[in-house]
Each structure stands twice: as structure tokens, then as C-alpha cells.
């Protein structure tokens, strides 16, 4: 009898596992998301500035880069070049102040939906023309109207083309004789 309840019990199990880790990535939160960016050209000696798309699954909010207190987690964008490109300034949203439930007298800061953040991608003069891919992470806190959830990091890739600088060349002066 021992071994059959063993053996009912192990069958159980089995059965039951995908309902386990359905629940279980449930628990893990909500995402967010970053939709391919267009490949961006950078000039040899130049920046260009590069969005990044991202999604805050429906019915959760993220904090904003600038979160109103301290306490709170802030959105950011960490990212590391190949080498002889240089991640220059990084340009957030404002958030959107927001009164939730479980605090109806004071608003937070957040991102919902589609939020659109501005990276100023510079290729030294000696970088090689051709395509660079840059990795990083994108770090959150996300809640919803009853519990926020541990932060979570999510990796960053895109690829962005080193050009060479257009050269301009300027018409030559014209001799007098040319004036007629």
C-alpha cells in the first residue's frame, strides 16, 4: 500500500508541475518590454541619439527615473559599449503623477504603457566603419494597485552602424578670366 500511494503521489506531482510554474511566473511579476530599435547610423566622430521603446505590461506601473521619494526604486538604463563607442547622455520621461489605492493622498511618479527613453551614442574617430551592437539592462520595480513587485532587470541589445563623415568639397575659386 505504501508503494501505490508512492506512486499515486509521484503521478500527482507531475500532473500538477505545469500549474506550479504557471503560478510561480506569475509570482515573478509583471514585464516590461523594449520593442527592436531602427538600426541608427553614427557618424565617425560624431553621436546620434538612439530611443528605446519599452512597454509596461496593462494594469502595472514602474516607477519613473525620478521617483518621489527615496525609498522607491528608480527606472534605469545602464549600458556598455563596444569599444571606441561612447554612451553619452541618457534621457528619461517625466513620469506620470499618479494616486493609487493603497495611498490615495499621495501621487507617485511612474511609467505606464509605452515609454520612449533617449541614448547619445558617440563613435570615436577610430572606430571602424560597420554594425556595433551595444548590450545592457534596463532596471524596474513594478506594482500594481495592491503590491509592487521585487526589482528585476531587463537585458538590453541593439545595434547601431558606424558611417563615415561626409566629406564636402568646396568649388574651387575661379580665376578672373573666367568672369565673362
Known sequence: MTKRLALT?????????????????????????????PLTKVTQGKSSSV??????????????NQ??????????????????????????????EIAFAFAPDEKLSVYTGDFLVNVRVRALTSVLPGNY?????????????????????????FEVKVVKPVVVTKNPPQSPHEHR
Not at 500527482?12 to 510554474?21: D, G, H, Q, R, Y
Open 9 to 37: 503521489a509521484w503521478w500527482v506531482a507531475i500532473l500538477l508541475a505545469p500549474c506550479v510554474s504557471e503560478e510561480f511566473a506569475v509570482k515573478q511579476g509583471p514585464t516590461v518590454t523594449m520593442a527592436p530599435p
Open 51 to 64: 530611443e528605446l521603446q519599452f512597454r509596461v505590461e496593462s494594469g502595472f506601473h514602474i516607477n519613473s
Open 67 to 96: 521617483p518621489t521619494e527615496k525609498y522607491l526604486i528608480p527606472t534605469t538604463v545602464t549600458l556598455d559599449p563596444p569599444t571606441d563607442l561612447v554612451v553619452g547622455q541618457t534621457t528619461y520621461p517625466p513620469g506620470k
Open 133 to 157: 551592437e551595444i548590450r545592457g539592462k534596463l532596471r524596474f520595480q513594478a506594482c500594481d494597485n495592491a503590491q509592487c513587485f521585487p526589482p528585476k532587470t531587463l537585458p538590453l541589445k
